[in-house]
């Protein structure tokens, strides 16, 4: 069975950093991408970040561009996303999910995704 693990959040203050990685198995696949998506409380989830295992190329919700970066170890079959510059509007729940033979039209759009992870509560405070 595919499983995805979301872990490395906890509490920040703001301007400070997480990192947070996504640990995958049962994973075969040789072309996907990994997404991370958050949810605040009282709202929708969002997507963050998507990162292509072709080219581990990666796009951002423009939010965090800048300031977070998503990458692929795949001697670990882990996927990081590097947060930076924290503010506390980036508190959220936030989630990994995998995406096979992926599309490149609408990358954070959840609705794509095939397999999610449970979520890893990162709160940054003022």
């Known amino acids: 069975d595919v499983q995805l693990q979301a872990s490395g959040g906890g509490l920040v203050q703001a301007g400070g950093s997480l990192r947070l990685s996504c640990a995958m198995s049962g994973f075969s696949f040789d072309d996907y991408a990994i997404g991370w998506f958050r949810q605040a409380p009282g709202k929708e989830r969002e997507g963050v970040s998507c990162?292509?295992?072709?080219?581990?190329?990666?796009t951002y919700v423009n939010s965090v561009k800048g300031r977070f970066a998503s990458s692929i170890d795949n001697t670990k079959n882990t996927v990081y996303l590097q947060m930076n510059s924290l503010k506390p509007e980036d508190t959220a729940v936030y989630y990994c999910?995998?995406?096979?033979?992926?599309?490149?039209?609408?990358?954070?759009?959840?609705?794509?995704?095939?397999?999610w992870g449970r979520g890893t509560l990162v709160t940054v405070s003022s």
């Open positions: 990162v292509f295992s072709s080219d581990g190329s990666a």
């Open positions: 999910a995998a995406q096979i033979n992926p599309t490149r039209w609408a990358p954070l759009y959840e609705g794509l995704y095939d397999y």
